[in-house]
């Protein structure tokens, strides 16, 4: 199983919202990312989880709340989001430095 | 910041055509890799090329790396409407965790 996949695919949301983003990987990888995506823009890097624990933060608001229950799981929470950030929300792992990724959610906060 | 940046911006080719995108970037490397994105959907690895490697071939795929330069190209040959993507190049650094820092990308058309 080479696929990481991820959980909605579309998620519609008011700023009063709590929601969750889901992604999973079968493939025994123990580093797992979360990436925000503009439209026209390269994927920018979020959190980073290296054996379920969270190593890398790049100064995400704390409006998004990243968990990681297992090493097949990693969860993105969301709650009270502005329209900023819409975007598409792209999970990944990695494998001796390549990294894997999955379809994506694509995130409209109103 | 290390983000590589890609040239062209866009590029327009007719089928069986070759394309040839450019990536440059700033700091020290492990690696570089190549990823393609399909409209608004996830990115599909290509090609890594190590910092020691100079050039790497997948199928269609050539890949170079000046690390004197700072520079990588990639090259599709005979190219396919199917090709029609963004393609992004990637510098791959272990700092603790392993982090890839993603270049603007290229948007590539190819015409049938």
């Not at chain 1, 990312?33 to 920018?44: F, G, L, S, T, V």
């Not at chain 2, 393609?36 to 910092?51: A, D, E, F, K, T």
């Not at chain 2, 690390?67 to 990588?72: A, E, G, M, R």
């Amino acid at each position: 199983d080479t696929e990481v996949t991820q959980t909605p695919k579309h998620l519609v949301m008011g700023m009063t919202n709590k929601k969750s983003l889901k992604c999973e990987q079968h493939m025994g990888h123990r580093a797992m990312y979360w990436y925000k995506q503009k439209a026209k823009k390269p994927p920018e890097l979020m959190f980073v989880y290296s054996y379920e624990k969270l190593s890398i933060n790049e100064s995400v608001p704390s409006r998004f709340s990243p968990e990681c229950p297992n090493s097949s799981l990693l969860n993105l929470h969301l709650h009270a989001l502005q329209p900023e950030d819409s975007a598409l929300y792209l999970c990944a792992s990695s494998q001796e430095g390549t990294q894997y990724f999955g379809p994506g959610t694509r995130l409209l906060v109103l | 910041s290390q983000q590589g940046e890609e040239d062209p911006q866009a590029l327009s080719i007719q089928e069986g055509e070759n394309a040839t995108m450019n990536c440059s970037y700033k700091t020290s490397i492990n690696n570089l890799q190549w990823y393609r994105q399909n409209s608004g959907r996830g990115l599909v690895h290509l090609i890594l090329i190590r910092s020691n490697e100079r050039e790497k071939h997948s199928g269609r795929l050539r890949v170079t790396l000046d690390t004197s330069k700072k520079s990588s190209s990639l090259l599709i040959t005979a190219s396919r409407a199917a090709d029609t993507a963004s393609y992004f190049c990637a510098t791959g650094v272990r700092a603790g965790s392993y982090q890839l820092t993603f270049g603007k990308g290229t948007k590539l058309s190819v015409i049938p």
